[in-house]
């Protein structure tokens, strides 16, 4: 099993139709794929799930329970200002901690509409995981201009492809 997190709660995000495009090769290559988008996130949980309110809100706890029992995971960084989105983040630190995702796996992907691919995203969450202890795969599609690349659930650009299926491939063995 692996589970696939889109990095943003934005309605019809390009971020959930790649995390399907994921979903979809990994499937199959006959493994499950589950998505756990945060645009499911309540609205209210900075106020209800975190903190002193930590195991007070059912749909948190259903969304980070599925990634903490995950044994490998997939993000889906969008560039947001030069870094991740912020609600990203904040879900990160409604997490158990140190046990939240202390040695599990973690491959990420970065999308942007601009021509780096979200790198600046990739290496400060690269950083964060590090902190908490996931081991982070090497390899990191940077798919820039995503608007110009991605059409129809589908990557059109060859590269983009072939870097996706090689990522998918060597994590699974991962």
Known sequence: MITIVVGTNRINSVSRQVAN???????KKGITAEIVDLVDLPHDFTGTALYENNGNNAIFNTMRD??????????????????F?????????????????????????????GVQGGVFAMSHLTDIFN??????????????SI?????????????????????IENFIKF
Request: aromatic share 12%; proline share 4%; hydrophobic share 35%.
């Open 21 to 27: 495009y994921y979903q979809s090769i990994i499937q």
């Open 66 to 83: 599925k990634v903490q029992s995950a044994k490998k995971l997939i993000f889906i960084v969008p560039e947001y200002n030069g870094s």
């Open 85 to 113: 989105p912020g609600i990203l983040k904040t879900f990160i630190d409604g997490l158990k901690y140190p046990q939240g995702v202390r040695d599990k796996k973690a491959a990420l992907v970065g999308i942007s509409s």
């Open 131 to 144: 902190y908490l202890g996931m081991h982070v795969f090497a390899l990191k599609p940077k798919l820039a």
């Open 147 to 167: 608007e110009k690349n991605f059409s129809n659930g589908k990557v059109t650009n060859e590269l983009y492809d072939e870097l996706i299926n090689t990522q």
